[in-house]
């Protein structure tokens, strides 16, 4: 069992940043792809981003609305992937979630992903 919890929401304004990090537990953190999710006000959940370390290699994928602006990381010794969010833009707004996938080399689809923080919230004001 995997449990994750998400920190670094908040306010910010247009062209600021903010640090997401998802603490999890559990021994097998390096085993699982790690993705961030987030649910717009109104709308459905959408992919973020998404860090797998297989074999070795690290792969990262990222939603082309926030590539070149948001970079995922993770630290396997500290069981915690972070979501590093520059240029923030008001559609960024959202409730992002962090998620954790036992399969996979991209995940990219919420079914992917076997486990899920409850949220933080991020506000990016124009």
């Known amino acids: 069992q995997v449990q994750l919890v998400e920190s670094g929401g908040g306010l910010v304004q247009a062209g600021g940043s903010l640090r997401l990090s998802c603490a999890a537990s559990g021994r097998t953190f390096s085993n699982y792809a790690m993705g961030w999710f987030r649910q717009p006000p109104g709308k459905e959940r959408e992919f973020v981003a998404a860090i797998a370390w297989r074999d070795g290699l690290t792969y990262r994928t990222y939603a082309d609305t926030v590539k070149g602006r948001f970079t995922i990381s993770r630290d396997n010794a500290k069981n915690t992937v972070y979501l590093q969010m520059n240029s923030l833009k008001p559609e960024d707004t959202a409730v992002y979630y962090c998620?954790?996938?036992?399969?996979?080399?991209?995940?990219?689809?919420?079914?992917?992903?076997?486990?899920w923080g409850q949220g933080t919230q991020v506000t990016v004001s124009s």
């Open positions: 998620a954790a996938a036992q399969f996979g080399v991209r995940p990219i689809a919420p079914s992917e992903y076997e486990h």
